[in-house]
């Protein structure tokens, strides 16, 4: 933040915090990744405590709604366009792929698995995302050129990692110590709440996958509609707002029972507090900030670290076992996300020296990567109020 203004702008930022940006953007994507394992787990702690799965997301959003709605009404007056009824249509149409289904299939899929591989299965989110763009023809793959071909393998890495953790759970290859030796570690709630046995495996991965197909789809989706309406703060707002009339509609339906409505514990409304303002309001803020100032493979890089403080704190806390299936699924999708984002730097590189080497092409290359950026940038920006 030192160096975003000049002259007495960058002189104040620098007395306020002496630390160098590029520290400011490690110690908050790391706050970052720690804030997300947290929701994975609270969110299971809270399913394993017996909420609501339409509750839930319909207590987050409007906890998100009303945090997001007065800094985008007052930050963003003179960024944001007039509101037209065809915006309407498309904030609500994204709101039930980037937030119904993109919530309710992780609900349902978090529910039968665990924090850790709900975690892991995420990193194929920008894989997913640049297949999606790359049928769109948004995105184009070059076989004969590096970074094409890594995009390519890292691809199917994820897609070959999903794949093993929806097939293969495999034996236990971690279990953490009995239930009664964390029962005197461990505060009594947080040693009750167990783990996923009993759960069908293959069907919650396969809703994890469903959470993942959302998400990248509403990635590819947003990117166009971005362009026309830049106000990211109130583009948000809008579709928290449709996800809980649309979450409302279903629990017409789905949830007949009115004590569900009913906050029964403490730790339950932590749950709910920490989903809709962690997870995300701040979360949301800080991500847009490093992105700005830290760029989009930036953030990408980190979220492996996501699913490693995940698994520490599922085993700690929530009694997680591991599966050797798991492990090898997560450890093909992390690979698979870092060939695909060297891939995604790659040909940054080459459109850089392309437009170098042709200065009369300076327009055009201008344009490129505001296109590539777009599919690049959302990639991870989204691990906020949308998981």
Known sequence: MADSGGGSASTVGRSICSIPEKFQLHIAMLALQFGYAGFHVVSRAALNAGISKIVFPVYRNILAFFLLLPFAYFLEKKERPRITLNFLIQFFLLAIVGITANQGFYLLGLDNTSPTF???????????????????GIEKLRLDRKDGISKLAGTLLCVAGASVITLFKGPTIYSPSPRLQAAVAAPEVLAALGDASGKNWTLGCLFLIGHCLSWSGWLVLQAPILKKYPARLSF?????????????????????????????????????FYAGVVASG??????????????????????PVQTLVVAIMASLLLGEEFYLGGIIGAVLIISGLYFVLWGKNEERKFAQQAAIESPADHGIERAAPQIKSSITQPLLSQSTHNV
């Open 282 to 303: 701040i979360a949301f803020a800080v991500q847009i900030w490093c992105i700005d100032r830290g760029g989009p493979v930036f953030v990408a890089v980190y979220q």
């Open 236 to 272: 948000t707002s809008y579709q928290c707002f449709f996800g809980v009339i649309q979450f409302l509609v279903i629990a017409a339906f789905v949830e007949r029972d009115p004590q569900a409505w009913l906050v029964h514990s403490g730790s339950e409304l932590f749950s709910v």
């Open 118 to 136: 709900a975690s892991a299965i995420q990193n194929s989110v920008p894989a997913i995302t640049f297949l999606m763009a790359l049928v769109l």
